[in-house]
T-cell receptor, first 114, second 114 residues
Framework: AQSVTQLDSQVPVFEEAPVELRCNYSSSVSVYLFWYVQYPNQGLQLLLK??????LVKGINGFEAEFNKSQTSFHLRKPSVHISDTAEYFCAVSENSGYSTLTFGKGTMLLVSP | ETGVTQSPTHLIKTRGQQVTLRCSSQSGHNTVSWYQQALGQGPQFIFQYYREEENGRGNFPPRFSGLQFPNYSSELNVNALELDDSALYLC???FGGGQAAEAFFGQGTRLTVV
């Protein structure tokens, strides 16, 4: 069975500072990896995904993530955050077998202050 | 192209009652997945429907059931509601049941059981 661990429940950061949100996963088979963002009272929006190929994945809103197979990690980064990036961020994994189902981490709340 | 829409947006039910939540999938999508997101948690997979058939199920009891219609819209039914069923219920649609298919989420239905 697959699982996802998001190591930080909350990450406070000042505007224009860089940020990294950490995600580790566990799976016995190869996986696809995703980052979603959830704004208050909203559904989930896909930021980026890793399916195969280059381990550095670029997404929307200036976010990027790097897949590290040996460390089973998929950390999300942004070089300079904005107030509008304040939201909950979820890392998710889908196993490369059978039907598609996403297993989510518990989320990391990114709090950007001026 | 219309996105994923869910109705109602908010709902209050009494313990023991039954509830039906509705989801209209994005145009061109034939797969619908339902997730339960408890407060402070990541979404948890309930089940998936692909071309009107249940295509997979998470660790939820049989009182959680669903349907998918020929137009690929879907319903989630929950019988004998319990207080712990209080959560945000998210519907996601995609094209195909494959693991790499991008899931588009609706804004969710907030269910409160009292």
């Amino acid at each position: 069975a697959q699982s996802v661990t998001q190591l930080d429940s909350q990450v406070p950061v000042f505007e224009e500072a860089p940020v990294e949100l950490r995600c580790n996963y566990s799976s016995s088979v190869s996986v696809y990896l995703f980052w979603y963002v959830q704004y208050p009272n909203q559904g989930l929006q896909l930021l980026l995904k890793y399916l195969s190929g280059s381990t550095l994945v670029k997404g929307i809103n200036g976010f990027e993530a790097e897949f590290n197979k040996s460390q089973t990690s998929f950390h999300l980064r942004k070089p300079s955050v904005h107030i509008s990036d304040t939201a909950e961020y979820f890392c998710a994994v889908s196993e490369n077998s059978g039907y598609s189902t996403l297993t989510f981490g518990k989320g990391t709340m990114l709090l950007v202050s001026p | 192209e219309t996105g994923v829409t869910q109705s109602p947006t908010h709902l209050i039910k009494t313990r023991g009652q039954q509830v039906t939540l509705r989801c209209s999938s994005q145009s061109g999508h034939n797969t619908v997945s339902w997730y339960q997101q408890a407060l402070g948690q990541g979404p948890q997979f309930i089940f998936q429907y692909y071309r009107e058939e249940e295509n997979g199920r998470g660790n939820f009891p049989p009182r959680f059931s669903g349907l998918q219609f020929p137009n690929y819209s879907s319903e989630l039914n929950v019988n004998a509601l319990e207080l712990d069923d209080s959560a945000l219920y998210l519907c996601a649609s995609s094209f195909g049941g494959g693991q790499a298919a991008e899931a588009f989420f609706g804004q969710g239905t907030r269910l409160t059981v009292v």
